[in-house]
Every structure is written in structure tokens, then in C-alpha cells.
């Protein structure tokens, strides 16, 4: 089983294995309206012969895409986040202010940013800009943004 590589409000992970008895063996198309982190997704995905994911956050479906179609460059992108992470104070807070514009940068900065903010959450203010701070445990140095192998 695949493990979901954001963490995200509502994800459906307390209910999964309720959910996971009352899915078919297999499914000719999967609709997933609100996909966030994609836990059932993930779950089901070896059952699945076409998926349909869908989200009001243009960021996240942007970083599912980049998963898809650019992932070396994604992972290459997160473990630049990770070395500036443990080598600059206030990366954090550089990141979380910047707003970039190439498909896997922003899959990046969004992937980065729920590793690193308190409580693994990704809150978007009135105006969309991302509000969380930093989050206490990710000061440590085995601590990692990205996991090629998992």
C-alpha cells in the first residue's frame, strides 16, 4: 500500500479500514471529488482501473500532477528543501513567503511546507496565502523532507 505524501485536514485515515471492508474487489472508475492527502486512494489504488481526482486547491492537484509526470525532478526539488532546511535559520519562513511560478517548485514548496509546519496542516488565510507556523519538531537533523523510498 502506498502511503499519501501530504497530510491534510479531513484525511480519512481513522475511517479507512471501515471504508477499505465496503470497497469492491475491483473498481472501473474512481471518483475522488476532495482528494487531499489521498488516503483511500492510496489504499485502493492496485484495485483501481481509472481515476478521477479532483480538489479546490489548485497547489495540491498541481503536486499530485508533478508525482505523476515529474517525479525525480520533485524529489531532487525536496531534498534542495531539506539541506536549506537544516543549513539556514528562517528557510521556513523564506519558503512560506515565496510564491513560485514552475509546476515543480510549487509541488515542492507545498510538499515541503506540510513536512515542516506545526502539525503537519496546510491552512490557506483569507487571502490564500499560507499561515502556519513552523512546526517545533523539524528543528532536529534526522529529521527528513522527503523520502525517495517510502
Known amino acids: 500500500m502506498t502511503i499519501p505524501f501530504v497530510k491534510w485536514p479531513g484525511e480519512k485515515c481513522a475511517a479507512l479500514s471501515a471504508l477499505m471492508r465496503r470497497m469492491p474487489d475491483q473498481v ?10 489521498g488516503s483511500l486512494f492510496f489504499a485502493i489504488a ?6 478521477h481526482l479532483s480538489d479546490v486547491n489548485e497547489e495540491l ?11 525525480d525532478a520533485l524529489i531532487d526539488a525536496l531534498k ?3 539541506k ?4 539556514k535559520i528562517g528557510y521556513y519562513l523564506e519558503v512560506r513567503e ?7 517548485q510549487i509541488a515542492a514548496r507545498l510538499i515541503y511546507l506540510n513536512k515542516t509546519s506545526r502539525n503537519g496542516i496546510y ?3 483569507a487571502q490564500g496565502k499560507f499561515n502556519v507556523p ?17
Open 61 to 71: 492537484i498541481i503536486a499530485y500532477q508533478v508525482v505523476r509526470d515529474k517525479v
Open 80 to 82: 534542495g528543501h531539506e
Open 98 to 104: 515565496s510564491e513560485p511560478e514552475d509546476e515543480v
Open 84 to 87: 536549506r532546511h537544516h543549513d
Open 46 to 51: 492496485d484495485r483501481i482501473r481509472q481515476a
Open 28 to 37: 472501473d472508475t474512481y471518483w475522488e471529488p476532495f482528494v487531499g492527502g
Open 134 to 150: 513552523e512546526g517545533a519538531s523539524t528543528a532536529v537533523n534526522n529529521f527528513y523532507i522527503c523520502d525517495a523510498e517510502g
Open 123 to 125: 491552512r490557506l488565510d
